[in-house]
Antibody
């Protein structure tokens, strides 16, 4: 069974840093793009970016480039997203997602989702 | 970025009714469209890929159609467990973008 197990809820103050994780299992980590989707309170889904662990190629949404850093550790099959200076507007649930590239396509469906990590940024 | 516009934003229907949601893309995306269901308090799950193909294990009451810029998602015979929010998402190009969601209530 393919699983994405995310780290627990976090509470931080504005200006603080944060790194949340997504531990994967049940598949070959380096062969699938893995990334993050944000869901702000009561709002919809926003794709943040992906990393391809095999060669560390990273694609960011323009809305998140420069705001977060996505990384991966192939030795422990884990992906990360980090912030250097959090803002109140970063308050959201963050989902780790795996991209299943569909036959004949360069992209595809987000076929496996983590349980979500709730991040609260408040003074 | 490709903008995805979903309608309606919310709907209420009775058990057994047929429910239809539409999604319009700001530019031509062939059939590069997925539909997801997000039940309250849970992560989303993919239901439909490539506009009309049912993801494995998904009940056949869910279906999708369309290509180009206009897409439709249908629940034929709404069930109580279908309560949640449904999102379309294009994968014709990066950044991946989602529709605003449709909340389905009974």
């Amino acid at each position: 069974e393919v699983l994405l197990e995310q780290s627990g809820a976090e509470v931080r103050k504005p200006g603080e840093s944060l790194k949340i994780s997504c531990k994967t299992s049940g598949y070959t980590f380096r062969e699938y793009w893995i990334g993050w989707v944000r869901q702000m309170p009561g709002r919809g889904l926003e794709w943040m970016g992906f990393i391809y662990p095999r060669d560390s190629d990273i694609r960011y949404s323009p809305s998140f480039r420069g705001q977060v850093i996505i990384s991966a550790d192939r030795s422990i099959d884990t992906a990360y997203v980090q912030w250097s200076r959090l803002k109140a507007s970063d308050t959201a649930v963050y989902y780790c997602v795996r991209l299943r590239v569909l036959v004949g396509d360069s992209l595809g469906a987000l076929d496996v989702w983590g349980q979500g990590t709730e991040v609260t940024v408040s003074s | 970025d490709i903008q995805m516009t979903q309608s309606p934003a919310s709907l209420s229907a009775s058990v057994g009714e047929t429910v239809t949601i539409t999604c319009q893309a700001s530019q031509h995306i062939d059939s590069y469209l997925n539909w997801y269901q997000q039940k309250p308090g849970e992560a989303p799950n993919v239901l439909i890929y490539s506009a009309s193909s049912l993801w494995r294990g998904v009940p056949t009451r869910f279906s999708g159609s369309g290509s180009g810029t206009h897409f439709t998602f249908t629940i034929s015979g709404l069930q109580p467990e279908d309560v949640g929010t449904y999102y379309c998402q294009q994968y014709d190009d990066l950044p991946l973008t989602f529709g605003g969601g449709t909340r389905v209530e009974i």
